[in-house]
Structure formats: structure tokens, C-alpha cells
């Protein structure tokens, strides 16, 4: 009897123990983004869209009891200030996950430096070297909440060559930024497998190139159906602006940085472009969240918003069922199954950490305005 009463209160011990480990003080969540580098117009919304969802949390009681406090370092799009800021989260800061940022070569670059800290990185970065060791073995601690560049640029090849029966495409891309060259791998990919499609010009170009408008005149002697442009909003809004100035009128095919507020800034020689979008703004899901943070600061809650919102809402989740300490995060993480987000539903791949069949929208902008065409999931890909 004695016996039994021993270990009952062994037991209990050992519960309020691990009870007060993770109810203690408030969970804290790292957030890695370029708030003020080339590429902040990405990073400042998902840390903008992040915090909103810690605001409403911590505003309806927290995570079982406790507040969250979201802790942010600016990248400055830079790699060596991104590791260290990295470092610092994991070690000084203690945090229990990191929402990681939209940029390649930032998560090719903090990959590797996540074998040796168990913290888990939920990141939007999507070249698959972020996420997948050479050996084809996934990173433990990185995961993909968006599909990934081969699944994205599959995505756009099948809606132009399938829906829109585009034949001939020219490519235009950055070759020093792995964003740019993974999503063409993933076109590239898809288009080899359509029968009667071809890409017929590839025109790299320099980080530092600005004037396109040669390169371009190459692409319009060539007489295709479509340009692929997978580059970053800043280049990307030259390029569309350059292609019209020497006459192309044809379509531009794009990536996220196409969504809104590309056609804003580029004015209306963006009429044409057709791009891939994580939200659909019309929704009715979405449409509360963008008016409250219109009337809040006077911006627009862009598609980046939505993947900070998302992911730490599910984190959230997950330290709701299994507590604030990083490898338990991590394993929920790794075995996430159907969350309904507003970016869709998300199922996490333990072999790739990377989504499964997570849809995106297919948009075209007419008259400066974005127009829905289609949801669309990435076929299997190579």
C-alpha cells in the first residue's frame, strides 16, 4: 500500500513538474525577417501578420493561461546578420520556435546551423535547400509553410500551358538569387513534360542589372506566347515596365511578387500579368482581417500577412496540446495535419517537411485590379 502511495505521489511530482516547466512565464516565439533589407515589403508582413495573431491571443487569454511575446530580428536581408540574429534566438533568447523568413538564400544559409540547435524554424523560404539535406533527408528542425519553388513554378507552368494554351515561353531570371532560379527549375520541369510546349529563350541576367530593355528585345524577336519572370518585386516591376516600353503586350508570368501591391507600384503596365497568390482577398475568411488592419494602420494586409498569421497561429495550437519546450514543438510540427488556415490547408510532409497539396490561387490583373481565375495544386513534380 505504502508502495502504491509512493508512487502515486512520484508520479504527481513529477506532472506538477512538467506542468510548471511549460506554465511558467510567457511562451516566447522568435520571428527572423527582413524588416528593413531589399526584400522588407516580404518581411515586414509576416511579422506584421504574426503579431496580429499574438495580439488576439494574448487579447482572448493567452495559451493556457500564459501570453505569448513574439521576439523579432531584422535580417536587413542580410545572411551573416541573419545567422547571428539566429544564433542569438536559439541560445540567449530561448525561444520555442522561430517563424522563419520568405528568403532563399537566408534559409539555405541558417539550414545547416539548425542540425545543431533544437529549435524549430516555420519558414517561407522556398528553394528546396532550405529544407531538404543533400542526401535527401529532410533538416530536423526546418520546415516549409508554403509550397515549395518547384511546386510553385509547376503550378504556373500547368495553368499556362494546360488553361490558357500557351505554347512558347521565354524566361527572364536573376541567376545569383536561388529564389529566382529554383522557381525555374520547377517551370522548367513541367513545361519539358507537356507535350507541344517549349521554353525558347532563356535570358539570365546580373543582381545589379537594372536596364532589361535589350535582353527583352531579344525575347520579343523571338516571338513567344508568354514571359516567365520569377524575380522579386523591385526587379520584377522594371522588367514588366521595360517589356511594354519596347513593345511586348503579351503575357508576364509571376511569382508571389506579383501580389498585390506589385500592380500599384507598377502602374498600368502591369495589365497582363498573371501570378500565383497564397490568399484569395475576396474571401470572406480574409476580408475581415484585411479591413480591421486597413482601418488599424492605413496599409493592406498582403498575402505575407497571412502566412505570419497562419503560422503562428499554429503554433499556438501546438503549444496548447504539447507544451512550449522546442522538441515537442518540433515533433507536433513535423506531424501537422490538416490545419485550416486562411492559406489553405496545411498538412506538413515528415519525409520533406515541406506541405502537401496546398493550393494556390491563379490571379490576372486587369485594369490595375486583381481577378481570381483558379485555385490550382502543383502536380507531382520531378
Not at 190 to 211: H, L, M, N, R, W
Amino acid at each position: 500500500m505504502k508502495k502504491t502511495i509512493a508512487v502515486l505521489l512520484m508520479v504527481t511530482a513529477l506532472a506538477l513538474s512538467a506542468s510548471a516547466a511549460t506554465t511558467g512565464g510567457d511562451i516566447l516565439i522568435g520571428c527572423l525577417q527582413d524588416v528593413t533589407g531589399p526584400t522588407s515589403t516580404l518581411g515586414k508582413m509576416i511579422k506584421e501578420g504574426a503579431q496580429w495573431a499574438v495580439d488576439a491571443i494574448n487579447k482572448n487569454g493567452g495559451v493556457s493561461g500564459r501570453q505569448v511575446r513574439m521576439i523579432t530580428y531584422d535580417t536587413k536581408g542580410d545572411v551573416q546578420e541573419a545567422i547571428n540574429a539566429f544564433k542569438r534566438l536559439c541560445t540567449s533568447d530561448k525561444v520555442s520556435a522561430i517563424i522563419g523568413p520568405p528568403v532563399a538564400n537566408i534559409g539555405i544559409a541558417i539550414a545547416p546551423l539548425s542540425e545543431q540547435y533544437d529549435v524549430p524554424v516555420l519558414g517561407f523560404f522556398v528553394d528546396n535547400r532550405a529544407t531538404i539535406k543533400q542526401d535527401g533527408k529532410p533538416y530536423k528542425n526546418m520546415f516549409l509553410f508554403q509550397p515549395s519553388a518547384d511546386q510553385q513554378g509547376a503550378i504556373m507552368a500547368s495553368y499556362a500551358a494546360l488553361e490558357r494554351k500557351y505554347k512558347s515561353f521565354a524566361v527572364i531570371y536573376n541567376q545569383g538569387n536561388a529564389y529566382s532560379v529554383s522557381l525555374l527549375n520547377g517551370f522548367k520541369s513541367t513545361i519539358d513534360d507537356i507535350p507541344g510546349t517549349s521554353i525558347a529563350i532563356e535570358v539570365p541576367y546580373q543582381p545589379a542589372d537594372k536596364d532589361f530593355k535589350t535582353m527583352l528585345s531579344k525575347i520579343r524577336t523571338a516571338k513567344v506566347d508568354a514571359i516567365f519572370a520569377p524575380n522579386y518585386t523591385q526587379e520584377l516591376i522594371l522588367i514588366v515596365q521595360q517589356a511594354r516600353a519596347i513593345g511586348f503586350t503579351g503575357p508576364l508570368i509571376c511569382g508571389l511578387d506579383a501580389c498585390p501591391p506589385f500592380a500599384t507600384l507598377c502602374g498600368p503596365e502591369a495589365d497582363g500579368v498573371l501570378y500565383i497568390n497564397n490568399i484569395l482577398e475576396t474571401d470572406p475568411d480574409t476580408q475581415p482581417i484585411i479591413k480591421a488592419y486597413k482601418e488599424k494602420t492605413g496599409s493592406i494586409a498582403t498575402n505575407k500577412f497571412f502566412l505570419g498569421y497562419d503560422v503562428m497561429n499554429i503554433l499556438a495550437k501546438v503549444v496548447g496540446q504539447v507544451g512550449d519546450s522546442p522538441a515537442a514543438v518540433r515533433d507536433a510540427v513535423e506531424n501537422l495535419n490538416k490545419y485550416e488556415g486562411l492559406t489553405g490547408v496545411i498538412t506538413i510532409n515528415p519525409k520533406t517537411h515541406q506541405t502537401i497539396g496546398l493550393e494556390m490561387v491563379m490571379e490576372e490583373i486587369k485594369n490595375g485590379q486583381p481577378v481570381f481565375l483558379k485555385r490550382y495544386t502543383a502536380p507531382k513534380v520531378k
